[in-house]
């Protein structure tokens, strides 16, 4: 009983230690994102959701000029970021022209091709990262992939679809050789879908290695049902990776 109790208190320690590291990793990357990036001049900042952009909101929130501009969310999450350090809230529909945004990702490739929507915010993270003069990428080393998508996160590439569609698009993403299409749950705090800040339902699907990104997104896309993918194609000009070491990596276009 004893050996027992010290295996699991020594599992414990050990899951303590890393999860501490991958805290320190994403602080890292995302403190240095910010300092590298963010430029006085810089009015309009975009500032996405995930557990990385908490530090870069933690950041941004420590400018000395920061009655100077305002962000724009791209969720509930990131709403309460905005507000929670203390920055000025505004809305894409106020500032269509974004001056950089920050945000997180669920996976990256070499070419800066992410997966994204694991948080249930892909829509409103791709209109403001598309709006952005400049799009910055902050994760930890787990999100790396250097060859293709859909090898670290394996759970599919998140889908927005109108409600009512699910069956159809459930359908034609099968046809297109999805190995798994799964209506996202909300688990033990909901019946149901989950539900997006836009009222819609998230299917995952999963297409294994991703080859052609830009194919899949495309033909994805055209579906009739969907509203966005969780592929965000070319769009990040950076991506900043916490390391297990400590250290950031930087991957460029």
């Known amino acids: 009983m004893m050996l027992k109790t010290w295996i699991r208190k020594s599992v414990t320690r050990q899951m303590t230690t890393i999860g501490n590291k991958v805290e320190a990793a994403k602080m890292a990357a995302a403190f240095r994102a910010v300092d590298e990036n963010l430029k006085p001049n810089d009015r309009i900042i975009g500032i996405g959701s995930g557990s990385t ?53 669920d996976e990256v490739d070499s070419k800066l091709n992410l997966i994204k929507g694991g948080g249930a915010c892909l829509f409103q993270e791709k209109l403001v990262a598309s709006a952005a003069s400049k799009f910055v990428v902050v994760a930890d080393y787990r999100k790396k992939s250097p060859s293709t998508l859909g090898v670290q996160w394996t759970k599919g590439v998140p889908i927005e679809i109108v409600p009512n569609s699910y069956a159809k698009v459930t359908r034609d993403l099968q046809e297109m050789g999805a190995k798994s299409v799964i209506l996202r749950q909300g688990g033990s705090a909901k019946a149901g879908p989950v539900v997006t800040d836009n009222n819609n339902f ?44 400590g250290e950031v990596s930087i991957w460029s276009k």
């Open 202 to 245: 998230l299917i995952d699907a999963d297409f294994g290695a991703i080859e052609d990104a830009e194919k899949l997104h495309s033909s994805i896309k055209q579906l009739v049902g969907v509203v966005e993918v969780g592929l965000f194609i070319q769009m990040a000009d950076q991506s900043y990776f916490g390391e297990e070491s």
């Open 53 to 105: 952009v908490v530090h870069v909101a933690e950041r941004i929130g420590q400018s000395s000029n920061k009655d100077s501009f305002t962000c724009i969310a791209t969720g509930f999450q990131s709403k309460e970021l905005i507000i929670s350090n203390g920055l000025r809230l505004g809305s894409i529909e106020q500032f269509p022209k974004v001056d950089i945004a920050f945000d997180g990702a």
